[in-house]
């Protein structure tokens, strides 16, 4: 079965070229496009995409806030923030709005297609260059939020934000999956969280 892709871009130019980037590969079904948050806000719970890639930096409404809006409605959709920025800020942002994966918009052809296939599978897909910064911050401050958890709580978190699945993290800590399900799930009650990007945002700041 197809993935099911929606877009959200506001300059045509780009909107078209990432359609095109998509477009022709059997593994994706386009189900729609949109300039603005606010069109998407109207249309994109009808639409029932699998995968949503947004813009951040759109004409009134911001792309974080339309995820953030748009989440609720559809948890089961993942959103993937497209943009011309890699500032820890925004990353957080965007996170804690919703969104499951982030990359730059001059990633290639190549990385587009995969990051909504992992990010359909249950990954969280960042740029290279995101994904270092992300993993900086843990080398330089952790949040206050932090004391909650214990030593080995912190390392699934740390493997959680690189986007490791739970079986990645298991391998790489050598615990049995049930094991690294209650690790999270007490991340999740000490952080007071319901997901992951939002233990991940909750967790890391700078």
Known sequence: ???????????????????????????FEIVSDYASAEAAMKQLPQDQPDVVLSDINLPGMSGIDCVRNLKPQMPKTQFVMLTVYEDSERIFQALTAGAT???????????????????????????????RKIVASFQRTESAEADKLSPREKQVIELLAQGFLYKEIADQLQLSIPTVNGYIRSIYEKLQVHSRSQAVAKFLRI
């Open 1 to 27: 079965m197809s993935i099911r892709v929606s877009i959200i871009e506001d300059d045509a130019a780009l909107r078209k070229a990432i359609l095109e980037r998509i477009d022709g590969d059997r593994r």
């Open 101 to 131: 994966g982030y990359l730059v918009k001059r990633a290639s052809r190549s990385e587009l297609l995969d990051a909504i296939v992992s990010v359909h599978r249950g990954e969280s897909p960042m740029s290279s260059g995101i994904a």
